[in-house]
Structure formats: C-alpha cells, structure tokens
C-alpha cells in the first residue's frame, strides 16, 4: 500500500496531521475528476477543443488520483489511523 503523501507536512503540523491528510486527499480524489467532468459538461463542444484549456483538467485530475493515490486507498489508511476497521469488500 502507498504511503500517504506527508512530505507536505511539516513537523510543527501537530500529531493530527497524518489523519488531516487523509481526509483532505480522499475528499479531494474524488472531487477533482467529478468538477473537472463537470467543467467540460458546462462549456459543451468547446470545452474538448485546443482553443480552450478545459479538456485538461480531466486528464490532469485522472494523473493525479494514480500519481496520489485512490480516495479508497486513502480512507483505508485513515480507518488504520484512527483505529476503525475498514470495510470489506
């Protein structure tokens, strides 16, 4: 399993800082690629066209869930974090 993405985290962050981390990037995870979706759906045939950067966004949002990690990936390290077990299946 990928280790969280703590190298933003500084050591003054406080002992709450690994399960802030989770959360925000298993939230985020999922949000990027839906509003980035949602922006292409907004702007219509324009938005897959070279004239304007929107068609990017779902691309760079897809490369950063693989380059970060899955939101699940992420909230099952925040259950082992947090002592809950996470779910099966």
């Known amino acids: 399993m990928r280790q969280l993405p703590l190298a933003y985290v500084t050591p003054r962050a406080g002992p709450d800082a690994p399960v802030a981390v989770a959360v925000a990037t298993s939230h985020c995870g999922e949000l990027a690629i839906r509003e980035a979706e949602e922006c292409v759906q907004l702007h219509g045939g324009i938005g897959m066209t070279w004239e304007r950067p929107a068609h990017l966004y779902p691309k760079r949002a ?7 990690g899955a939101p699940d990936r992420h909230r099952a390290a925040l259950a082992a974090l947090v002592d809950l077990p996470a779910p099966v299946g």
């Open 62 to 68: 897809k490369a950063d869930r693989i380059a970060l």
